[in-house]
């Protein structure tokens, strides 16, 4: 195998397969058929940090794959068939999740997947994630619950700002201030020609039914927010309302609200929290589906 082979094994993330951009897939030795969990990262985190959310997820569904998606401005700039195009390797694997799941026993069982995203940079890629697979899959895809960590957020221009300044490295945020502000002017005058705004968008499409439904095809979704009064990048009411919004609709909601922790920290600020939080999501779901007969 060339050693330009994107499936080659890669050490950003030891022992994940490197499938597509910035896209990464860990199986474990014991793999459980239909078992998997999706992490869409903040912008511009850096895999020490979202090597600790793996690590939980290690712990707390050892027989899962794990897909983790990272986020960077490039793409998150990038018109939306670009972003879903870059998504393609993941769509895949999810689609063979839940391919492989409905084949791989006597009785029908859905797939457990949970899909976990952080920041709005991660609640995009999510939300390109979910639409592209609507496309592909034909159907709503089947959730054991999403967990929404610091997100989502409505455009605040200058906590957009300084969540985008700050997914650059040091050297690069004196130079790249003007650039933020540069894109995120060009947002606003996309947005005043008539434009949906993306993270209206993404607010709609997490709680969207032709995207999301639950693992089971019945019964009701369920959804995690975890996050804080003190975030300085995402406004906790925004987080608050959409909570409010999806209990509208009927789903199972946990709030789970942390005490000074900053945005996407509260795993390091409370680690027992988070961990019981994503925990209870996981364990939620999965039963076979009754027969019909």
Known sequence: MASSDITKKTSRFPGFEHIGYRTWLYTPEKAAAGELVIICSWLGARPKYISKYVALYQRIAPTAQILVIESNIAILASPYQLQRDALKPAVNIVRDTVLLAATSLETPIPPKMLLHTFSNGGANTATQLLLALRKKLREPLPLTGLVLDSSPARV??????????????????????????????????????????????????LLDDSAVQPDGGDGETQVCYLYSETDRMTHWHDIWDHARDARRKGWNVEEVLFDGSGHCAHLAQDELQYSQAVQRMWNRGRMPKESKL
């Not at 700050?166 to 003007?178: E, I, K, N």
């Open 156 to 205: 605040r221009y200058w906590r957009a700002h300084r969540a985008m300044l700050f997914s650059l490295s040091p050297p690069s945020r004196v130079p790249g201030t003007v650039a933020v502000h540069v894109m995120l002017g060009l947002l606003y005058a996309w947005i005043g020609l008539g434009n949906e705004d993306p993270a209206r968008l993404t607010r709609r499409t």
